[in-house]
């Protein structure tokens, strides 16, 4: 009895260990969400328009031409900042990338998204995933499904579709068991049509940024541009509504 006792107490060193483990889980979560409050707070998001862009495009262009490697670099580390704390920029930044860097600005934009959405999927999958579980409701138990089945095809249609906000689509396989290599896979060619179709729209922005005007952004909602995204994404489901229709074939069979 008395060593029975002894196997089932709880050793002291054993949960001190523990909970400096489970504190861990939490600090890069905290990091992104105090990250995204002082950008807001602090009133950073009042100098991220466009007109700041048009008034300052003379000196960045300089800069990017002369210090071209350079400004690659600056703005892929920047771009994974603004993706990791889900700072509501990434677009016009992409926009003002193709303007200022040309099309290498699509190689960099998918570099920094990538890690930015691998950050934010990892701090997802740390803590969310579990304490959202056991809240879930039918919608989330079924995405769940869909995704720990076909995880690959659905996250590649929601990346080629731009319809869910992108740290949305960053968190949101954290509640399957998706892992890490498939969601920078599916990421990084997901966003690969769609950074093209913008840095493309940004290099026509180039010439208004240099008069110091402002550019329309209404062309972006335009179906030349919306609907061969919405056709790439719907071709990214195929794979799943075949297999759907071949089970319940199976299914069919007496």
Same mark, same amino acid.
């Given at each position: 009895? !008395?060593?029975?006792?002894?196997?089932?107490?709880?050793?002291?060193?054993?949960?001190?260990?523990?909970?400096?483990?489970?504190?861990?889980?939490?600090?890069?979560?905290?990091?992104?969400?105090?990250? @995204?409050?002082? $950008? $807001?707070?602090?009133?950073?998001?009042?100098?991220?328009? !466009?007109?700041?862009?048009?008034?300052?495009?003379?000196?960045?262009?300089?800069?990017?031409?002369?210090?071209?490697?350079?400004?690659?670099?600056?703005?892929?580390?920047?771009?994974?900042?603004?993706?990791?704390?889900? @700072?509501?920029?990434?677009?016009?930044?992409?926009?003002?990338?193709?303007?200022?860097?040309? !099309?290498?600005?699509? +190689?960099?934009?998918?570099?920094?998204?990538?890690?930015?959405?691998?950050?934010? $999927?990892?701090?997802?999958?740390?803590?969310? *995933?579990?304490?959202?579980?056991?809240?879930?409701?039918?919608?989330?138990?079924?995405?769940?499904?869909?995704?720990?089945?076909?995880? $690959?095809?659905?996250?590649?249609?929601?990346?080629?579709?731009?319809?869910?906000?992108? !740290?949305?689509?960053? +968190?949101?396989?954290?509640?399957?068991?998706?892992?890490?290599?498939?969601?920078?896979?599916?990421?990084?060619?997901? +966003?690969?049509?769609?950074?093209?179709?913008?840095?493309?729209?940004?290099?026509?922005?180039?010439?208004?940024?240099?008069?110091?005007?402002?550019?329309?952004? *209404?062309?972006?909602?335009?179906?030349?541009?919306?609907?061969?995204?919405?056709?790439?994404? *719907?071709?990214?489901?195929?794979?799943?509504?075949?297999?759907?229709?071949?089970?319940?074939?199976?299914?069919?069979?007496?």
């Amino acid at each position: 009895m !008395w060593r029975a006792g002894m196997n089932n107490s709880t050793d002291p060193k054993q949960t001190d260990a523990v909970k400096p483990s489970q504190g861990r889980r939490y600090i890069l979560p905290s990091v992104l969400v105090l990250g @995204l409050a002082v $950008f $807001f707070l602090s009133g950073a998001h009042e100098f991220v328009t !466009w007109q700041a862009v048009a008034d300052h495009y003379g000196a960045l262009q300089g800069y990017a031409n002369e210090h071209l490697w350079r400004s690659y670099i600056i703005f892929t580390l920047a771009y994974g900042v603004v993706v990791a704390f889900s @700072l509501p920029v990434a677009l016009p930044m992409t926009l003002a990338g193709g303007a200022i860097l040309g !099309w290498p600005a699509v +190689i960099l934009v998918i570099i920094g998204a990538t890690a930015g959405a691998s950050v934010v $999927f990892i701090a997802a999958k740390s803590i969310f *995933a579990d304490v959202l579980r056991t809240k879930a409701g039918p919608f989330l138990a079924r995405l769940e499904v869909g995704f720990s089945e076909n995880a $690959f095809s659905y996250l590649l249609a929601l990346r080629l579709i731009p319809a869910a906000p992108f !740290w949305v689509v960053n +968190i949101v396989p954290a509640f399957s068991r998706m892992q890490l290599v498939p969601f920078l896979l599916a990421t990084c060619i997901g +966003i690969a049509p769609g950074t093209a179709v913008f840095i493309s729209v940004g290099r026509g922005f180039d010439h208004i940024l240099a008069s110091g005007t402002t550019p329309d952004l *209404a062309v972006l909602t335009t179906a030349p541009i919306l609907l061969p995204l919405a056709a790439l994404g *719907a071709l990214a489901l195929l794979p799943i509504a075949y297999r759907r229709i071949m089970k319940n074939r199976k299914g069919a069979r007496p």
